[in-house]
């Protein structure tokens, strides 16, 4: 099934179910989703469809194949999470493991009639012509428990989890930390959310021990990608949005300024600083940033300060306006026309695998450049494809 190289470096995604704006934000650091779902209503079948449909909201709203879904194949399973027991309860209640029996037991009894175990989806992901292929893992499995054993089969702990509004995953107390604890089972990176219409789950996005930096802010995330859902398959808010969040235990990533130049004319570059783009930025400074934040920094749109959100025909507002490689042609061209030998500064746009271009962008133009690029967490930028150029 997997080997423990390939499980290490996954995103681990208990109850992913068909969320796929998840491969948008880490295609670039993995080449495998595991997704264990547990759903009456997510057959293979259905969930190809839905893939195939959320794929093309995508491609629709950006003009360009940017996720596509080419296949799904069963794949057997050296062991079946489903006829193991339920998790060692020691992290658990009484009150809790018979609850949790209750919601789940009957997924854990050989021979009752089900789906596969495992359906394994391919997504080929495409950045300003270069693609990578991903691999999603629909395991009908419960998400806790499968951790649990795969963490003991493989025995290492994937980089990533990503717990989304599971309802009771995503708490300070909740049985996925003391289940952290007590089996120290510890991924690098905690992606935790919820649903903006969900009362009372606000503390998802709290630090709090063993978690308690908070390296990335996705901000409002949908999930839902144009396709109605069943109950609560997906985010049901209106609009449908995520708050979402990645934590680490420790700041493990420097916060190292770098400068990316062009081989063949000194007077292009970009570069990567850490703060405030309000800060930074001089009032002779051409910036390039998102209405919400114009608003906090108090800079207006005019000739100067340009909105993401101004630069784009009419898209989905509950996506990024513009894709990063869009984002950097924009600029381009404006500081050539309207701007030559200023300054630029700009926020980060887009999606987090989309973060390598910027060697692409530098590389292969021909302009004289000056791009400053604010950031405020490390996850915004650290990439081994950014940094090829020094």
């Known amino acids: 099934m997997f080997t423990s190289s390939e499980f290490r470096d996954c995103v681990y995604y208990p109850g992913a179910g068909t969320d796929i704006q998840i491969i948008l934000r880490t295609s670039h650091r993995t080449s495998r989703i595991i997704a264990p779902t547990l759903s009456s209503n997510l057959t293979t079948e259905s969930a190809l469809e839905i893939f195939k449909s959320k794929c093309a909201f995508l491609n629709r709203n950006y003009g360009c194949t940017m996720l596509e879904v080419l296949g799904v194949e069963h794949v057997k399973l050296s062991f079946d999470p489903r006829d193991r027991p339920a998790p060692t309860p020691t992290y658990m209640t009484q009150h809790e493991l018979r609850s949790y029996w209750e919601a789940f037991g009957i997924h854990f009894t050989p021979g009752v009639s089900r789906e596969p175990a495992l359906s394994r989806f391919l997504f080929r992901r495409t950045v300003a012509g270069r693609s990578r292929i991903v691999e999603w893992y629909l395991l009908r499995t419960e998400g806790l428990a499968t951790l649990q054993v795969l963490h003991q089969e493989l025995r290492t702990v994937p980089r990533w989890i990503v717990t989304i509004q599971t309802g009771v995953l995503e708490r300070p107390s909740s049985l996925l930390v003391r289940a952290m604890r007590a089996l120290s089972i510890y991924p690098d990176i905690w992606v935790r959310g919820y649903w903006t219409c969900s009362a009372g789950n606000s503390d998802a996005l709290e630090r709090f021990d063993p978690y308690s930096h908070t ?9 839902r990608l144009g396709v109605e859902v069943e109950g609560s398959e997906d985010c049901p808010c209106s609009p449908p949005l995520s708050r979402v969040k990645a934590f680490s235990r420790v700041r493990s990533v420097e916060s190292v300024e770098r400068t990316i130049r062009c081989d063949h004319n000194p007077r292009r570059q ?121």
């Not at 405030?276 to 400074?285: R, S, T």
């Not at 025909?313 to 306006?321: C, G, H, K, Q, V």
């Open 215 to 223: 390296v990335q802010d996705f901000g409002y995330y949908n999930s």
């Open 270 to 390: 970009l570069t990567i600083r850490f703060g405030q783009i309000e800060e930074l930025a001089d009032e002779e400074c051409i910036v390039f940033t998102g209405r919400r934040l114009c608003a906090t920094a108090r800079r207006t749109p005019d000739h100067l300060v340009y909105c993401w959100e101004d630069l784009t025909s009419e898209r989905d507002p509950t996506l990024a306006p513009l894709t990063l490689p869009e984002a950097l042609g924009r600029i381009d061209q404006i500081t050539h026309d309207r701007h030559p030998g200023k300054r630029i500064f700009m926020t980060p746009v887009g999606y987090e695998d989309e973060i390598g271009y910027p060697v692409d962008f530098i590389r292969n133009g021909s302009a004289d450049l000056d791009l400053t690029v604010v950031v405020k967490h490390p996850l915004d930028v650290i990439d081994s494809a950014l940094y090829e150029l020094s």
